[in-house]
């Protein structure tokens, strides 16, 4: 399938504002057949400066892509083995700049014929063979000379001769047809560019109102019944009675399970040492609906009316990415296929820089000129994605953030030691009833130091409030541990039972 119908294709999966700002490739494809048109008009059919940009080395000389001027250039010399190189004549494709847009043209440079023999010399646009590109060359040449004292007889305008010296002359032809093919292109990636920042801001605030609306179906439940949660605090001297309560309404924990799945689907970006990276847009889409398949149990366990209506937007918002990635390949893709269908067709040589790396940024050596071509911003997938972890996933804290060190389970009645490092409180006393004095992360002796007056109740009182079915199951571990240490000190098993005698 040509890509003109497949990316049309695509378009109409994608939503209006987005396919409105798309890249017009078929309209760019007009523009190439009338760029080609113009060039046969010359007497520059792009049949033969083709075949002169594939033989010019072997045949008739050399052609090179170069910069003059701070323009980027594609110089054809057709100058033989032994010929003197004051004579040689010089076709180049440059592409200038005239304030707001981009003017393609072609710089001939060329003697003045000395014999008059010459001017019978004739020009044949498309050569029968190789072997014929040698007269070709001359040829077009010649008949550029032609051109160049008809555009002077007759006085037009759209040519411009800039400079005359001795035999040389120089010959500057702006390309039309080429012109209107840039000015399309530069028009539709600028649109483009401001489309997508316009999109970057849009996406922030939906989010930003999103992380809202979670935030209140993902309060914790002594927020919605202060009754169950009561402040730790040394002065109080009953951190050692607490008992967090399940309290009220809410859908904490089934926000973050929705939000643990996603973030192990990595729907968008890898993070592995072996899938690091931004994903395929086929990757991204295949994870995306093995996500939406995975949550869908968890809809139905959602109690508060506006967490089903926040998951939808969760899910829309995703939906959004995902098209933004279709959305922005499909058009760099378009880019840079009618780049090179243009240098194809018309034999003029862009930039290499521009066919492949047209959304990147451009190299500090490219002409001023072509910085013209707006870049979209490539990354802005990614960009969006960085926003739901930096605006969205942080609304619900996540258990790891707040683990021991030494057990990995939630580090409830954490102690923090004078190096600053926490652990929880039965792991640090099993570490004092060792002798061992060094922190186990900065060896500093701060171990033996620690007593009640280092317990983190604010943090204490976090755990509880956040955190509350793993507080109580950490707390029950911790008294079934410290019970059955107590057996064991007593010289009793936790097996045996109660003997009388």
């Known amino acids: 399938m040509h890509f003109s119908k497949t990316y049309s294709q695509l378009l109409l999966t994608l939503p209006p504002e987005l396919r409105d700002n798309a890249i017009e490739y078929r309209q760019l494809k007009k523009l190439i057949n009338q760029v080609v048109n113009e060039l046969d008009s010359l007497g520059l059919s792009p049949s033969v400066l083709q075949q002169l940009l594939e033989h010019g080395e072997t045949v008739d000389g050399s052609t090179r892509l170069e910069k003059i001027d701070g323009k980027w250039t594609a110089a054809i010399s057709n100058v033989k083995e032994g010929q003197d190189d004051s004579h040689k004549p010089i076709v180049v494709y440059e592409i200038a700049s005239k304030s707001t847009y981009l003017e393609p043209r072609l710089r001939l440079s060329f003697k003045h014929p000395h014999d008059s023999s010459q001017s019978d010399v004739s020009f044949t646009a498309k050569p029968s063979s190789p072997e014929d590109l040698q007269t070709v060359s001359g040829s077009i040449l010649h008949a550029l000379q032609l051109h160049s004292v008809a555009f002077e007889n007759e006085a037009l305008t759209s040519h411009d001769i800039s400079r005359e010296t001795d035999a040389t002359q120089e010959l500057i032809i702006p390309l039309r047809s080429d012109t209107a093919f840039f000015q399309l292109l530069t028009s539709a990636l600028s649109s483009l560019s401001g489309h997508f920042n316009a999109l970057h801001v849009n996406f922030n605030s939906t989010l930003t ?74 990757e991204a889409e295949r994870r995306l609906k093995l996500f939406v398949g995975r949550i869908e149990d968890k809809k139905r366990t959602l109690k508060l009316t506006g967490s089903k209506e926040a998951l939808d937007v969760f899910l829309k918002i995703n939906l959004f990415i995902l098209d933004i990635k279709k959305f922005q390949f499909a058009n760099a893709e378009a880019t840079r296929k009618i780049l090179k269908k243009h240098t194809k067709r018309t034999a003029l040589p862009i930039p290499p820089h521009l066919l492949s790396n047209w959304n990147g940024p451009l190299p500090e050596s490219s002409s001023s000129d072509l910085a013209l071509i707006p870049q979209p911003p490539s990354t802005l997938p990614r960009l969006l994605v960085q926003a739901i972890g930096e605006t969205l996933l942080p609304v619900v804290p ?92 007593l010289g009793l098993s936790g097996s045996q039972g109660c003997s009388i005698m």
Not at 252 to 262: A, D, H, I, M, P
């Open 209 to 282: 109102a999103l992380a809202t609306s979670i935030s209140s179906a993902a309060r914790p439940a002594s927020s919605s019944d202060p009754k169950s949660f009561s402040a730790y605090s040394l002065a109080a001297s009953n951190a050692s009675t607490l008992r967090p309560s399940s309290g009220g309404k809410s859908d904490l924990y089934t926000w973050r399970e929705v939000f643990q799945l996603y973030v192990e689907a990595e729907v968008f970006e890898g993070v592995g040492e072996t899938s690091r990276g931004e994903r395929s847009v086929e």
């Open 398 to 489: 996540h258990i790891d953030d707040y683990a021991c060190l030494i057990c990995t389970s939630i580090a409830f009645k954490p102690i923090r030691l004078s190096c600053t490092h926490l652990f929880c409180v039965r792991c640090l006393v099993k570490l004092q009833k060792r002798g061992k004095a060094s922190c186990p992360m900065c060896r500093a002796p701060t171990v033996l130091k620690a007593d009640r007056t280092n317990v983190d109740y604010a943090l204490l009182n976090f755990m509880s409030d956040w955190f509350p079915r793993e507080s109580r199951a950490k707390l029950r571990a911790n008294e079934r541990e410290a019970a059955q240490e107590e057996l064991e000190e």
